[in-house]
C-alpha cells in the first residue's frame, strides 16, 4: 500500500514538474512575440535607427523580463531553502503521523 502511493505521489509531482516547465515555455514565447510586436510597433513610428536608441522602448522588456528570470528561477532554479529533500522528508513526517494517528 506504501509503494503505491509512493509510486502515485511521484507520477502526480512528476506531473506537476512537466505543468510547471511547458508554463514556463509558454510564457517565454510569449514574452518574445509581445515584446517583438511591442519593439517593432514603436520603432515605426520613429525610424529604425531612433527607436532603437530610444530607452523607453525597453521598459517592457526589462520590467516583464524581470518576472520571466523570477518564473525561471521557481522551475529551473535551486531550491536551497525548500528543496526537493526537504519537500520529500515533510512528507515522510506528515505520513508517519498520520499513519500513527490512524492506530492509537
Do not use: C
Not at 517593432?40 to 522588456?61: K, P, R
Request: aromatic share 20%; glycine share 8%; hydrophobic share 40%.
Amino acid at each position: 500500500m506504501r509503494t503505491n502511493y509512493k509510486e502515485n505521489f511521484s507520477y502526480k509531482s512528476a506531473q506537476k514538474r512537466v505543468k510547471d516547465i511547458k508554463g514556463f515555455y509558454v510564457h517565454l514565447i510569449i514574452y518574445l512575440f509581445v515584446n517583438i510586436a511591442i519593439f517593432v510597433v514603436t520603432t515605426q513610428g520613429e525610424g529604425f535607427i531612433s527607436g532603437i536608441s530610444n530607452l523607453s522602448n525597453y521598459s517592457t522588456i526589462f520590467f516583464w523580463g524581470i518576472g520571466l528570470f523570477a518564473h525561471w528561477a521557481s522551475v529551473f532554479g535551486p531550491n536551497f531553502i525548500f528543496g526537493k529533500k526537504w519537500e520529500e522528508r515533510k512528507v515522510r513526517e506528515y505520513m508517519e503521523k498520520e499513519e500513527k494517528q490512524r492506530w492509537e
